[in-house]
Nanobody, 126 residues
Framework: QVQPVESGGGLAQPGGSLRLSCLFSERNFDYYAIGWFRQSPGKEREWVGCISSAPSSHYPDSVKGRFTISRDDAKKTAYLQMNSLRPEDTAVYYC????????????????????WGQGTQVTVSS
């Protein structure tokens, strides 16, 4: 069973940027929707965006205009570009995949995603 693998986390200063990657070595990667989530201690896992197979990306208001999701199907990788980072963006970030890539991906519920990565820590602090 193939699992997504996140990378690119680390420490950033407020106002800085980080780019996370999600490698999912599934043969039909281009069929999959990719979701990004984050979780900080004591909080529920929060949706931070998704990209369909079209590709079409969608974001909650909390990150809209600061975060951008893209995908490179040839590399079987999705990306989460995070700009203008804030201390409240500190969390473990996860990517997840769902084979219904043609769907309107915000409608894919957290529990509907089939495969989850292990997560990568992002810390925003001066």
């Amino acid at each position: 069973q193939v699992q997504p693998v996140e990378s690119g986390g680390g420490l950033a200063q407020p106002g800085g940027s980080l780019r996370l990657s999600c490698l999912f070595s599934e043969r039909n990667f281009d069929y999959y929707a990719i979701g990004w989530f984050r979780q900080s201690p004591g909080k529920e896992r929060e949706w931070v965006g998704c990209i369909s197979s079209a590709p079409s990306s969608h974001y909650p208001d909390s990150v809209k205009g600061r975060f951008t999701i893209s995908r490179d199907d040839a590399k079987k990788t999705a990306y989460l570009q995070m700009n203008s980072l804030r201390p409240e963006d500190t969390a473990v970030y996860y990517c997840a995949t769902d084979r219904h890539g043609g769907a309107y991906c915000p409608a894919i519920g957290k529990t509907d995603y089939e495969f989850w990565g292990q997560g990568t820590q992002v810390t925003v602090s001066s």
